[in-house]
């Protein structure tokens, strides 16, 4: 959730936005990429062209999807290796660089 709050420049969101995201007033480029990243999340197996042009239709160029699926890949990979494994969940230092996806 760090780097959620530090990404969108929103300190006070809640720890629950990963799944109440969709109650939110959002930009429709935003709600695209929340969107994919869920259904990508959750159901891998289901993602398709239509998904990938929905990002796209939402303003997303072609290096932006493939960056944008390559981070939640990351994520999703990184984090079930430390769900599995017993690790504690990253802590991101505040002062950490962190280069933001183009928009």
């Known amino acids: 959730m760090t780097a959620v709050r530090r990404l969108t420049g929103d300190a006070h969101l809640p720890d629950d936005f990963a799944t109440t995201w969709p109650s939110y007033e959002l930009d429709a480029k935003t709600k695209a990429l929340l ?3 869920a259904k990508l999340t959750e159901s891998p197996s289901l993602i398709d062209r239509t998904d990938t042009d929905a ?3 939402a303003g997303w160029e072609e290096r932006d999807v493939w960056e944008l699926t390559a981070l939640v890949s990351f994520f999703n990979f990184s984090g079930r290796m430390e769900a599995a494994s ?3 969940q990253d802590v991101i230092p505040a ?7 183009r928009s």
Not at 95 to 101: D, H, K, L, S, T
């Open 35 to 37: 969107a994919y990243a």
């Open 55 to 57: 990002l796209k239709h």
């Open 86 to 88: 017993g690790l504690p």
């Open 95 to 101: 002062n950490a660089p962190m280069p933001e996806v």
